[in-house]
């Protein structure tokens, strides 16, 4: 994917500034995020690496008003996409601008999924709130987007329910839901995290494919340097809910300047090493 070229005085499409993130529980107050700032810009794919644990996924739902508060409290200087100033919206300003603005795939389609509902419905309910489609135009839209993300048969897997599709399948329908509303970003939380490697990689490769073709902005989460690395155009690398170093994707690969970004950058050539021998 191709980012835009950044400049200090272009604003991004997104723009988070000193967010933090805390928890209370029963042994004390947890501060999952502490002071991280991001930008986006319209075009550009941002990795967010870590380990488990390093706030990713905290920061990416906090930044969505997803996190239930309490237990939870966010604050932040600032949290903007595009014009919009994220932090002055109500719950229903927040729900408009998810699947509109935002668009949010999630580690487990499964849970994400409703169970009762079937796919094709899923999707079309997200055209219709977003658009001015009729419900039989959203409903043939949303098979339009089982096929482009890669599924065989889109009018089949648009009548059945979540339960009776591979973890694959499942996946794809879930990026599919997000990307019906045709967001200004992509949020993905580690969505390929429970595929075996093949499947993994064409998911990858698909949601590069229509970052680009849409000209979408994509922030990619995961604990795996690997897949960033063949994804986004910058990475932000993440530890103990601070970003401890952000830099070009392939500047950052070539020569880390952290200790603890050399080390997910040395565990990622060994993994792909070991895919290597695999194939």
């Known amino acids: ?52 644990g390093s706030g990713k996924s905290v920061t990416a739902l906090a930044l969505m008003g997803l996190l ?24 229903e300003g927040m ?21 009762v509902m079937r796919i094709g419905r899923q999707i079309s309910e997200v055209i219709e709130f977003h658009g001015d489609s009729s419900r039989p135009e959203a409903e043939r839209f949303a098979i339009e987007w089982l096929g482009r993300v890669g599924i065989a048969a889109p009018s089949e897997v ?61 922030i990619w989460i995961s604990h795996d340097f690997g897949v960033v690395a063949g994804l986004a155009d910058r990475v932000a690398v993440m530890r103990s809910g601070r970003v401890v170093e952000t830099a070009p994707v392939r500047e950052l690969y070539a020569a880390p300047r952290e200790p603890y970004t050399r080390e997910l950058v040395t565990l990622a050539r060994s993994n792909e090493i070991e895919r290597a021998h695999r194939t």
Not at 75 to 91: F, N, S, T, V, Y
Not at 95 to 115: H, I, K, W
Not at 185 to 202: C, F, G, N, S
């Open 1 to 52: 994917m191709t980012g835009q070229a950044r400049s200090a005085t272009a604003a991004a499409l997104l723009d988070v500034r000193d967010l933090h993130v805390e928890f209370d529980t029963a042994e004390g107050v947890v501060r999952a995020v502490d002071g991280v700032s991001l930008t986006v810009d319209a075009g550009e794919a941002l990795g967010v690496v870590g380990e488990s």
């Open 68 to 91: 239930p508060t309490p237990p939870a409290r966010v604050r932040a200087q600032r949290i903007r996409l595009g014009g919009i100033d994220l932090l002055r919206l109500d719950p």
């Open 95 to 115: 729900t408009r601008v998810r699947g509109q603005q935002v668009g949010f795939v999630f580690q487990d389609p499964l849970a994400a999924l409703n169970p």
């Open 158 to 218: 648009a009548r059945t329910y979540p339960h009776q599709l591979s973890g694959g399948m499942r996946q794809r329908a879930l990026i599919a839901m997000a990307l019906a509303g045709e967001p200004d970003v992509l949020i993905a939380d580690e969505p390929t995290t429970a595929l075996d490697v093949t499947v993994q990689a064409q998911i990858v490769a698909m949601v590069r494919r229509l970052c680009d073709e849409m000209r979408m902005a994509l």
